[in-house]
């Protein structure tokens, strides 16, 4: 159950409280001394000494006798509550040395340390009562910090725990873990469709916005469930389990939940293994830039290079970017890779015939990046790279979050001098919309319209239409996914300016090398009378 703030104790009636007995006692014992003493009659007996004894100056001795005792009553009196007093507040201390060690400061929520304790203690009684551990990762919360700053993020969080708590029921304990990590412990055997109640009672608790002092914002979660009644699981099997079936949901389409199969702990550490070497590779540079030419359909001249990430190996493979590149965008690494790019193919460029240009791949996360504009240019200058020569690719998914944002940033590169170009058009979800409101300059005709070109009336048909109204929007066309000559003739045929694909050649970490590079396919040699790259030899 979650801890609450303790309830403030009622104060007790002035007769009940400590001093007041403690100064009765002191009234009770002086008053018994004083009738001892009048019934021995020892005040007779000390008068008749002071005056046989004059001399002595007893008077001033015993009055000294007699007044003493009351001060050292009251100092003792006065220590006493000091003392008092100190073990209060070392017990408060350690009260709330407690609460910080088991809280989560910001949220007031317990943390991972008091989970581990709680679920331990949950999993002792798993066989009468089922233990069950949902698993939460919030969605879109770093552009939230990034963009309406720390404050917001930390009211945000504030704001999630306080939603957790109240979806998931009085009888649970609701955890944070850092970041915006939560965790909920549920006790109990439920049935299917009372867990699955509960379960959806906590994912829905992210369907309204999030109202904050300054700005209203959509958060979602990534749910992961896994249950037990074996008390012999550990802790750490059963939140791998529950982060196996969260991340199962990510990949399913980042919000929503999941409850963990057999198997997937295998694909969680298989995830967890990817990120760890991704970021020993970040660290060691082994992020490396693989050139793809562009070419002029119209002469066959090679204008430019597609710049596409690889991450080599220690054993000379490279692994292709749909093996990391979304690992690399939750764990928010994409940056890193993008700048990394950018970096080699500004360098290698400088090489390149001067008006040659180079593209680079951007991914949707980065729209959020407040310094994403500053360091592209930062990049561009420490190479010597004009900006005209680089080219920025978004995919039409990349315009699905927050269109403002996304508006805004293109238009600032564009302003820079800076092309930009609309990837793998007809896979995602832009609309004409997107093509009169954003910079493009160049719409790339995704791959899967082009690969069966020659068989496909329908694809025939896409091809042509785009490339009708591209140009009628002043765009260039670029066709992807050439592997064939008789692709490149009919892409030719449609309108289409360039051509990308394994018939002109494989991404290559060279990009031009003396007069030719190396082809891929020795019937592509032949089927390309004149060679692109001996154009700018």
Known sequence: MNDSPKEERAEKPFWQSRPWIDGVWLVLVFGAVLLIAIRIEAFDYVLHLSDAHEHWELDEILTTLMVLPIGLGIYAKRRLDDTRQELRRRKAAEEAASQMALHDPLTGLANRRKAQIEISAALEEAESAPVTIVSLDLNRFKP??????????????????????????????????????????????????????????????FDRRFDLSEVSVSVGASVGVTTTSDPADSIDTLLAQADAAMYRCKQAGRSGFSFFEAGMEVAALRRAKIEDELRSALAEDRIQAHFQPLVRLEDKAVIGYEALARWCMGD????????????????????????????????????????????????????????LVERILQILVDEGIAPGRLEIEVTENA????????????????????????????????SLRHLSELPFETLKIDRSFISNLSSDETAQTIVRTVTSMAHSLGLSVTAEGIDSVDNAMTVTEYGCDVGQGFLFGRPEARGITGDRTEETDADNEAAVPDDPHRKHA
């Open 144 to 205: 939230v910090n990034d963009l309406h700053g720390h404050a917001a993020g930390d009211e945000l969080l504030l704001a999630v725990g306080a939603r957790l708590v109240n979806a998931a029921g009085p009888d649970a304990s609701v955890y944070r873990f850092g970041g915006d990590e939560f965790c909920i412990l549920l006790r109990g055997a439920f049935s299917e469709d009372e867990l699955l109640a509960r379960v959806e009672a906590i994912y829905l608790a």
């Open 316 to 371: 000379g493979t490279c692994r292709e970017p749909e093996d990391f590149i979304t690992i690399a965008e939750e764990a928010g690494l994409i940056s890193d890779i993008f700048y990394a790019v950018l970096r080699k193919a500004a360098r290698a460029a400088r090489s390149w015939p001067g008006d040659m240009k180079f593209s680079v791949n951007l991914s949707p996360v980065q729209f959020n990046d407040p310094w």
């Open 399 to 430: 315009l699905v979050g927050d269109f403002q944002i996304a508006r805004d940033v293109l238009w600032v590169l564009k302003k820079q001098g800076i092309h930009i170009s609309l990837d793998d058009f007809g896979t995602g979800y832009s």
